[in-house]
């Protein structure tokens, strides 16, 4: 209960008193060097004062108050003060404390001990300089810029699902489970046997499963792409890739430049039942990518997916089945359909022309109303994979509210925040898209949608802010409202975070381009001084950001990112094969799941292998200051009679007195720091400039410690993919140090299913139970009839 007055005059040197009939029970001071005592009026008219609280002046910049339980006076109707206190009571232990958020010193210290001296005369860097690297679209055939979108447009939604496009982020029903009425079209419900029958693996002559580099496979890859070749060319660049092939690396990019910033889930449909703070991306989004580099000619390279470590399984031909199931499709017999189902979106950035496949469209959305379709099976089957295949490709886990622990869309949506996102975003921003449409489904039925703006999903991955950079935030608003009022404040100067995560992420986009196309180069300059350039003509990179650590002269930890590279150039009659094919019989994956790691084994200890391999470490800095866009000195009028004044003016000043304004302070740090980037204003994010700095790896024992932890994880994924787990529980992806990375992988952590799977198994057992009772002889009803 809140019944006390604090008198004017120490407005800062606490947060929040607490008065209860037998005392103060909890203060939170706000650290200010030494404080004031506080005088609190009661109720009754009886005064109790709080003796000042001394604290240590490294302690100003902190983001939390110090918390005292113990009562600092009670209330008997008179005053009485609390035991005497010097500043040594509150003198920090050696090596406690915390630097300010990008303070001079933390800046110093971390790059003295990130890049010593030893290692910074083995490594050299170069500035990213994305001003003038922009993301254009260019139409096929004419090698042209363009920002218009093409003539031809692809499918709009059917059965009433435009709707969810106008409702972004909202989490959608298609059947209200306590009325039984359809929010959207019936029929869009059940996903029939009949229709997954069409959507079978491509065969080749034998009738065998197409093998990963087959040219009757469901997607085309980029160095078989004639029409990406012949833009390239036309457009004089040197790389081509696919969305689908990009996201992968840039995924590692974005763990760099951010330093795994946390995900901000806080203004979406996610309620408190899971964890909002420290949100951060789940193990399988942190997988190493690894991509191939092929030479297409003299000019040009292809990047594509490494696809040893797929497994073709019914999810994936689903997921490009069901672009049809949700979308109006032309007649049979029509040009449209004649012509192909397939759109395609060019964009040139850098060196690299990229393709996007193209979904659905609606006009009434803004920009290209363009959008991307992706489906998303539930949990059960996601982290149970092995055991739905080998159930006929079926679960009973349904979905029947929106929020809830487990059978909720809120819990598919979160699990998908953590996971693929970031990937998501990425592939709608390579498209020039206006968003993502997400359907809800266990593969034989469809359950709800959801719709995600490209301009939500920046502020989700973008807009969370460091601690201590809060504080500066606050500091800085406070000078302004000081300076120009608070009506000016929110008019004009409210801190304008959606536009500053969409500028960060369109900034770091364009950096992670010039990053890549600088590590291709590098890499391949690099094989080429080990062997003759006509001796290869492919090569295979893997890549994954880790955090290393350093602990400052104050013991404070620091976590900061590096990103490994190792390539190795591939013998010159390489095919793309699985490890796993889809006409693997269950019985024998385990067996070619073993014999693969031996062959990575014998790779890793082959002295003439690893000869030929070349890897490299990258850490960033980062350099950012306030923008130029206001003018240095603001001239404060005094308010009006009717407005009065605001909160937070000086009451000192007097009308006309020239302030130098807080708008153009300089709130940052003045020299390059490795902490995460934070922005005061959308214009700042101009200023923003990052310096690459790459240390070669010589060490081939190294380079093969690196090529068997990442192989190790990729095989570890494809193993929990492909086999039952019944005694095993989930494996860990840590490596430790000493051991064979592929063999730790193996080890099960316990000889049971872990709990998860034996929970979503039972919620599935629930769910079919449930469906066996419901009558579908009954008339479907929709909310409009």
Not at 33 to 57: M, Q, R, S, W, Y
Not at 137 to 152: F, H, I, M, Q, R
Not at 563 to 579: C, N, R, S, T
Request: charged residues 25%; hydrophobic residues 30%.
């Amino acid at each position: 209960m809140y019944l006390a007055k604090v008198r004017t005059g120490v407005l800062r040197a606490c947060r929040m008193s607490r008065l209860h009939s037998t005392g103060i029970r909890r203060t939170r001071a706000r650290p200010a060097g030494f404080n004031t005592g506080i005088k609190v009026d009661l109720a009754n008219g009886t005064v109790v004062e709080i003796p000042p609280l001394v604290l240590p002046e490294d302690l100003a910049a902190g983001d939390k108050g110090l918390e005292t339980e113990e009562p600092l006076g009670r209330v008997k109707g008179r005053k009485r003060a609390a035991r005497p206190r010097s500043p040594e009571d509150f003198k920090p232990a050696k090596g406690s404390g915390y630097f300010e958020y990008n303070s001079e010193q933390f800046n110093k210290e971390c790059r003295e001990l990130i890049l010593p001296e030893e290692l910074e005369k083995r490594s050299f860097s170069h500035w990213l300089t994305i001003r003038d690297t922009h993301q254009k679209t260019v139409l096929p055939n004419s090698g042209s810029d363009t920002s218009k979108p093409t003539s031809e447009k692809p499918p709009q939604l059917s059965g009433e699902l435009h709707r969810v496009l106008y409702e972004p982020l909202t989490l959608h029903q298609l059947r209200d489970p306590r009325s039984g009425v359809y929010l959207f079209d019936p029929k869009l419900e059940m996903i029939t046997p009949s229709f997954l029958e069409k959507k079978t693996f491509p065969k080749d002559k034998d009738g065998d499963a197409a093998a990963a580099d087959d040219d009757s496979a469901v997607f085309t890859t980029p160095y078989k792409d004639k029409a990406l070749m012949a833009v390239a060319t036309e457009s004089k660049r040197k790389y081509i890739s696919s969305s689908s092939s990009m996201t992968s690396i840039l995924s590692q990019m974005h763990f760099l430049f951010s330093n795994f910033r946390p995900l901000n889930i806080n203004e979406t449909p996610i309620s408190s039942k899971f964890p909002h703070q420290n949100c951060t991306f789940s193990r399988g989004a942190r997988f190493p990518a690894t991509v191939i580099m092929r030479k297409m000619n003299k000019h040009c390279r292809s990047i594509d997916s490494d696809r040893s470590f797929d497994k073709e399984i019914v999810l994936s031909i689903l997921g490009h089945a069901l672009e049809e199931f949700l979308t109006v499709q032309p007649p049979q017999g029509s040009a449209a359909k004649e012509k192909g189902d397939d759109f395609y979106h060019y964009s040139k950035i850098g060196k690299f022309i990229v393709r996007s496949q193209l979904d659905a469209y609606d006009p009434k959305l803004p920009g290209t109303g363009v959008f991307d379709l992706k489906t998303r099976a539930v949990s059960a089957i996601r982290h149970d994979l092995a055991y739905v295949e080998n159930n006929n490709n079926s679960t009973g886990y349904q979905i029947d509210k929106v929020h809830g622990q487990y059978e909720s869309l809120e819990k598919e949506f979160f699990e998908l925040t953590r996971a693929t996102l970031l990937k998501y975003s990425l592939q709608s921003r390579i498209g020039k898209m206006d968003g993502i449409f997400v359907a809800y489904h266990n593969i034989s039925k469809m359950f709800g949608f959801q719709y995600l703006p490209q301009e939500e999903l920046d502020f989700i991955i973008h807009s969370d802010q460091h601690p201590r950079f809060k504080e500066i935030l606050k500091k800085r608003n406070r000078d302004i409202i000081d300076s120009v009022g608070k009506t000016d404040y929110i008019v004009n100067h409210l801190h304008q975070q959606r536009e500053i995560a969409t500028r960060v992420a369109d900034s770091e986009f364009r950096a992670s381009f010039i990053l890549l196309q600088n590590i291709l180069a590098y890499i391949e300059s690099e094989i080429n001084n080990k062997m003759k350039a006509q001796e290869w003509d492919k090569c295979k990179i893997m890549m994954q950001t880790t955090t290393d650590t350093v602990k400052l002269s104050n013991g404070e930890v620091f976590d900061y990112p590096i990103l490994q590279v190792i390539a190795f150039p591939l013998p010159l009659d390489y095919k793309d094969q699985y490890v796993v094919s889809p006409s693997t019989p269950r019985e024998k994956i385990e067996k070619a799941v073993a014999a693969y790691e031996t062959k990575i084994e014998n790779e890793a200890n082959n002295k003439s292998f690893t000869k030929k391999m070349i890897g490299f470490e990258i850490r960033l800095s980062h350099s950012q200051h306030t923008g130029n866009a206001v003018n240095n000195y603001v001239k404060r009028e005094p308010p009006s009679d009717d407005q009065g004044s605001s909160a937070g003016d000086d009451q000192g000043s007097s009308a006309g007195d020239v302030l130098e304004s807080p708008l153009t302070t300089d709130y940052y740090s003045k020299s390059p720091t490795f902490q995460t980037p934070n922005f005061l204003r959308p214009e700042d994010v101009d200023s923003w400039k990052m310096n690459a700095v790459y240390t070669p790896l010589k060490n081939p024992s190294d380079l093969s410690k690196l090529y068997l932890k990442y192989c190790g994880v990729k095989i570890n994924a494809l193993r929990n993919q492909s086999v039952v787990q019944e005694d095993e529980a989930s494996t860990t992806m840590d490596t430790a140090k000493g051991s064979n990375p592929i063999k730790q992988e193996k080890k099960p952590e316990s000889s049971k299913v872990n709990d998860l799977k034996v929970t979503l198994r039972a919620y599935g057992l629930k769910g079919s139970k449930t469906t066996s009772t419901i009558d579908n002889s009954q008339p479907k009803k929709m909310w409009r009839d």
